[in-house]
């Protein structure tokens, strides 16, 4: 089995970096969760609080990689134009069938061959492409305010509830882009 060049971007992008920054969610969120001074001593807080830093600051990065590497290496694989035919005396359909076989090396133009590949293209990638870049910044606030207030997050619970907010709002964008993007690499794969 072996991957070609694109297959190990589009992998590394959704699969590795996309499933470290979603994996890692969950043990953030119980730190955050359970970061209230009436259930943890001060020695406690202190190393929530840690690894809070340290686990938010790596999601940021993550997301990051993620984000640029699928904007900036597989996004134009994806939206790679496919070369133009010339006219020739054959029939409409063996063009579109043929042209169809040759459109599995670009991935845009396959889905927007047929009307029941479109919406996979214009909902999907569209709105896929755009709400990723929500969960780097969300979750770099995140890292921010963690890094900033400190336990003092243990003690104020609105402050908590905001970064807990963010935090999943920033989950839901990353959970939203790696759906559409797992359909559409099983509608269209990269080649």
């Known amino acids: 089995m072996s991957l070609t060049e694109r297959e190990l971007w589009a992998v590394l992008h959704g699969m590795c970096l996309g499933a470290v920054f979603l994996l890692a969610f969950s043990g953030v969120m119980v730190e955050l969760w359970g970061l209230r001074k009436e259930l943890v001593t001060e020695a406690g807080i202190q190393k929530s609080v840690r690894r809070l830093i340290i686990g938010t600051w790596t999601m940021a990065v993550v997301a990051w990689l993620t984000v640029i590497s699928g904007t900036y290496i597989v ?28 459109l599995t090396q670009y991935p845009k133009a396959y889905l927007m061959a047929s009307p029941n590949t479109s919406q996979w293209h214009t909902f999907g990638m569209e709105w896929k492409e755009h709400v990723a870049w929500f969960s780097p910044i969300l979750v770099t606030a995140v890292a921010f305010i963690v890094s900033r207030y400190r336990g003092q997050l243990a003690q104020d619970k609105m402050l908590r ?5 963010l935090f999943v709002l920033s989950f839901a964008a990353a959970a939203v882009a790696g759906l559409f993007g797992a359909f559409i690499t099983k509608a269209a794969p990269l080649h």
């Open 161 to 165: 509830w905001s970064v807990m907010t």
């Open 75 to 102: 996004y134009p694989w994806y939206r790679a134009k496919p070369p133009v035919q010339p006219a020739a005396a054959v029939s409409a359909s063996a063009v579109a069938a043929a042209e169809k076989n040759d």
